[in-house]
C-alpha cells in the first residue's frame, strides 16, 4: 500500500527549465528524505528533514533547493535543470533515526 | 565512516535454484541492517531488517539473512527463486543516527 505520494511520475524539460516534484507522506513521520538514483541504479541522498530540521548534503549543487510547508510534505526544486540531473528521484519518510524507510515510486527527470 | 559493499552487481540464476546475494559493511558500531528490493519503475521495498538478536532474520516472500559480525556481512539467501524475484537488491546500513547508506545494488536476473 503506497503511503508516500510523489508527483509527476515523470518529466521532460529543457536545459536551463525550473522543475520542481512534490512529495507527501501520510505515515505521519517525523523524516523525509530524497534521494537521486542514476541510470546505474546508484542511490544518492541529497537531503533529510527531521522535525524542521533540513539537513542538507555538500555534494548537492545549489540549483537544488527543498521546500517543506510541514512535516508531512517535503517537495524538491530544480531552479535550472542541467543534461547530468536526468534521473530517478525518489522520496521516503522514516519514523526516525535506524527505523524502515518507505519510498514513493519516484520522479523521473529528462533533460533534453 | 561507515561503508556498504555489494560485491556482485548482476546474479544470473534459474528458477527454482536458491540464491544468494552478498552483503559486506563497515562500521564502527553494530549498525542497523537492511535489504530492500525494487521492482522495475517503482521504488524500494523493504525485505526484511536485523537490529539484534537471532542472527538469521526472516523476511517477505521467502527471503532471509543472516548477520555475522565478525564477518561483517549481511548476505541475503532464498532457497528457491521465481521469476517474479527478478529486481535489484539493495544492501543499507544504519549506525545510530539518522543516516543510512546503501549499497551499489545487485540487479537479479531470473530465468526460465
Known amino acids: 500500500e503506497t503511503a508516500v505520494f510523489q508527483t509527476p511520475n515523470y518529466h521532460v524539460t529543457q536545459v536551463g527549465n525550473e522543475v520542481s516534484f512534490n512529495c507527501k507522506q501520510t505515515?505521519?513521520?517525523?523524516?523525509m528524505y530524497w534521494y537521486k538514483q542514476d541510470s546505474k541504479k546508484l542511490l544518492k541522498i541529497m537531503f533529510s528533514?527531521?522535525?524542521?530540521?533540513?539537513?542538507v548534503n555538500e555534494t548537492v549543487p545549489r540549483r537544488f533547493s527543498p521546500q517543506s510547508s510541514d512535516k508531512a510534505h517535503l517537495n524538491l526544486r530544480i531552479k535550472s535543470v542541467e543534461p547530468e540531473d536526468s534521473a530517478v528521484y525518489l522520496c521516503?519518510?522514516?519514523?526516525?533515526?535506524?527505523?524502515?524507510?518507505?519510498f514513493g515510486e519516484g520522479s523521473r527527470l529528462i533533460v533534453v | 565512516a561507515q561503508s556498504v559493499t555489494q560485491p556482485d552487481a548482476r546474479v544470473t540464476v534459474s528458477e527454482g535454484a536458491s540464491l544468494q546475494l552478498r552483503c559486506k559493511y563497515s562500521s564502527s558500531v553494530t549498525p542497523y541492517l537492511f535489504w530492500y528490493v525494487q521492482y522495475p519503475r517503482q521504488g524500494l521495498q523493504l525485505l526484511l531488517k536485523y537490529y539484534s538478536g537471532d542472527p538469521v532474520v526472516q523476511g517477505v516472500n521467502g527471503f532471509e539473512a543472516e548477520f555475522s559480525k565478525s564477518n561483517s556481512s549481511f548476505h541475503l539467501r532464498k532457497a528457491s527463486v521465481h521469476w517474479s524475484d527478478s529486481a535489484v537488491y539493495f544492501c543499507?546500513?544504519?549506525?545510530?543516527?539518522?543516516?543510512?547508506?546503501f549499497g551499489d545494488g545487485t540487479q537479479l536476473v531470473v530465468k526460465p
Open positions: 528533514y527531521n522535525n524542521k530540521q533540513l539537513i
Open positions: 521516503a519518510s522514516s519514523p526516525g533515526a535506524g527505523n524502515t524507510l518507505y
Open positions: 543499507a546500513v544504519s549506525p545510530n543516527n539518522n543516516r543510512i547508506f
Open positions: 505515515l505521519g513521520h517525523d523524516t
